[in-house]
């Protein structure tokens, strides 16, 4: 089983700041990474898929990067409705499908 | 539009059974995967396997194999998530979820949950 981890647990920027998450693989997944946003009493969306491509809707603020066992998630310009707790997802190996922890990005 | 409507929230006591469901609506519901993720209380994401509504060919994740029972009724477009002996353990939110047409474990869209409390 691919074990994710994503750090840190918890982010802390202000409003307008960029913010940069992080995904490590235990072992290479190639490009078959998701990122997703959850919010508390909505739905989780879909943000990035293949790493790298923007799912349909999500702002260009929103981009993601990376191959092998090293992603980044970053979100260039934080707007208020940013604050959210986001899961990266690996798809290379499965079963199982496996989800990092999650990291939340809080207003600092 | 699309949706995944998921049922409403449930209190059962450990040993009772259980059955939760989930209904796509704006898209024709044979030809997309549909998975049910856990998310246990202040915990992340954990899958438990995928459907195929149009011919119920079912996968578990290993954790999940045995635990539960995934179903589906095509002709009301609703995919079940199903437990025969509930447990404390089994508190959790669950979410319903369909894999996106690229025919990759992605999903694109997610149901809006169903939280499942377990209490003697």
Request: glycine letters at 10%; aromatic letters at 12%.
């Amino acid at each position: 089983e691919i074990v994710m981890t994503q750090s840190p647990a918890t982010l802390s920027v202000s409003p307008g700041e960029r913010a940069t998450l992080s995904c490590r693989a235990s072992q290479s997944v190639s490009s078959n990474l998701v990122w997703y946003q959850q919010k508390p009493g909505q739905a989780l969306r879909l943000l990035i898929y293949g790493a790298s491509t923007r799912a349909t809707g999500i702002p260009a603020r929103f981009s993601g990067s990376g191959s092998g066992t090293e992603f980044t998630l970053t979100i260039s310009s934080l707007q208020s409705e940013d604050f959210a707790v986001y899961y990266c997802q690996q798809y290379s190996h499965w079963p199982p499908i496996t989800f990092g922890q999650g990291t939340r990005l809080d207003i600092k | 539009e699309l949706q995944l409507v998921q049922s409403g929230a449930e209190v059962k006591k450990p040993g009772e059974s259980l059955k939760i469901s989930c209904k796509g609506s704006g898209y024709t519901f044979t030809n997309n995967w549909i998975g049910w993720v856990r998310q246990m209380p202040g915990k992340g994401l954990e899958w438990m396997g995928i459907i195929y509504p149009g011919d119920s060919n079912t996968i578990y994740s290993p954790s999940f194999q045995g635990q539960v029972t995934i179903s589906v009724d095509k002709s009301i477009s609703t995919a079940y998530l199903q437990w025969s002996s509930l447990k404390a353990s089994d508190t959790a939110m669950y979410y319903c979820a369909r894999i996106s047409t690229l025919s990759r474990p992605i999903f694109d869209y997610w149901g809006q949950g169903t939280l499942v409390t377990i209490s003697s």
